[in-house]
């Protein structure tokens, strides 16, 4: 998977992973405004392009392809085993990226210090175990791509397997806006 990097004199690294149609520049402002001082790696996803730009297949009636995930979560992590960095690690995916994240903590509860995922989906994703990964949820109230409900009850879910799980319920849609930048920015001060 093609991957963008900045590197800076910093012992925290931000992997991010960006939404349907973004690229390796959809979240560096957002990660910059979290943390400037942090070291970046931004995936570009590989399936479709331009505005079908994605991390998996698209859902086909509302389900996940999971032999096309399945497929993209195993090559990711056998590369990440190479590539893990160095120090504190903060993953953050926005929807297809969050739920790509998702399917990583699948299988590997323990991939990073942090993980913030911003708008994803309840997609049946199954958990074991429990891991002291801290996780981060966000929603918008008045999100139709990211049903807010949804994404309430997978917060419910992931707690019961990550503790250290915190949910924050936005009043806006499918975008991510300053108090929830801010929010994850305060959030990540007090957890790691």
């Known amino acids: 998977m093609e991957q963008f990097n900045i590197a800076a004199k910093s012992d925290t690294s931000f992997i ?113 175990g429990t891991s002291n990964t801290a996780l981060i949820l966000t929603a918008g109230a008045r999100d139709v791509v990211s049903i807010p409900g949804e994404s309430l009850k997978l917060s419910k879910t992931l707690a019961a397997h990550f503790p250290q799980t915190t949910f924050k319920l936005f009043d806006h849609g499918h975008d991510i806006v300053d108090e929830e930048v801010r929010f994850i920015r305060s959030q990540l001060a007090q957890q790691i």
């Open 16 to 128: 991010v992973f960006h939404g349907t149609g973004g690229n390796e520049y959809s979240l560096l402002q957002v990660v910059g405004d979290i943390d400037p001082t942090a070291n970046i790696r931004a995936y570009i996803g590989d399936v479709g392009t331009g505005k079908e730009r994605r991390f998996f297949a698209p859902l086909e009636n509302g389900q996940i392809n999971r032999t096309d995930l399945d497929k993209h979560v195993e090559s990711f992590l056998k590369d990440w085993a190479q590539q893990k960095p160095e120090g504190k690690v903060i993953m953050l995916g926005y929807s297809n990226g969050a739920n790509f994240l998702l399917a990583l903590l699948e299988k590997e509860p323990n991939l990073a210090d942090a993980v913030i995922l911003l708008h994803p989906s309840n997609l049946s994703y199954h958990f074991s």
